[in-house]
């Protein structure tokens, strides 16, 4: 992926999340989200074939942010 391809797929993750605080998981559709992002809803779908696969992308994210964390816990790190 190029970096201006990651710079738009992660531009959807936060995008979405933001709305997803802001409006919860059912009022947010992906056509917002493209449209709050400035990009095409083509574009939104090219990186994530549905609003369930976004979900699946924060939670793996999450998930990693958490692993991190752990291991520093772990580790002793602060």
Known sequence: ?????????QL????ALAMFQE???EKTTMRAI???AEISLGSAYYYFESKD???Q??????QLDH????????AGEK
């Open 1 to 9: 992926m190029t970096a201006k391809s990651e710079q738009t797929k």
């Open 12 to 15: 959807v993750i936060d995008t």
């Open 23 to 25: 409006r919860g998981y």
């Open 34 to 36: 493209a449209q709050r």
């Open 53 to 55: 696969d976004l979900v």
């Open 57 to 62: 992308e924060l939670y793996a994210r999450i």
């Open 67 to 74: 692993r991190t964390a752990a291991l520093r816990a772990i």
